[in-house]
């Protein structure tokens, strides 16, 4: 889970800089499933998330599920038909936001792995990971409808055998950001102490 404060942070920013129209985005993941009170709605409501900030810039939240339309992909694409959220398609800026974490199966889930919250199927792991190989899906998303910018919070990290599912935290301070999505991730796997080619998702970009 990202920083409520951090990320309120840069919503104040953006709104700074003349962004209107802000919004917080994702989709729920396979996790929903198995799991109730999953909707993206909720989750936000229990991470703290108000609709606006602490210095009262207002912002959204979206379901990337919901409001989809087509997304042009070609009929050879790992995603043809994929139709996509008209938030993420029009977007003047797309920000993917990660937290710096380990994964059980992929070593290290930083954007790459976030930016699947991008696509609007439920159950992720099988429609984006076990049906093809799992970087395909989001080299498609990135050459149509890439993030402009990518930053990952390791202000604390998590870290342990599953990072992801029984996450033991540590304090790491620091924030990885740039605008390519890919060299953010393999900067922070590397300050990790892995190798970035080690997961699946970042090898095949």
Known sequence: VVGLELVEHL???LASMGWCDIAIASSTDSASTWLENRDI????????YQYQTAQGTNYDVIDLSEDLIDA???PDSALAE???ARAWIDAGLRIVFAKCRTD????YALCASTLLCALPLTDKDYYYRLRAEPWLALTALISRFPPHFAII???GAFHGSGGRQTPEPIATHAIFAGANLLAVDCAAATRMGADPA????VAGL
């Open 104 to 107: 059980q199966h992929d070593t």
């Open 41 to 48: 709605a909720v989750l936000a409501d229990l991470l703290g």
């Open 82 to 84: 994929t139709q996509l």
């Open 198 to 201: 080690s997961s699946p998702l």
């Open 72 to 74: 042009g992909f070609a």
């Open 153 to 155: 919070d390791a202000c």
């Open 11 to 13: 919503i104040d920013t």
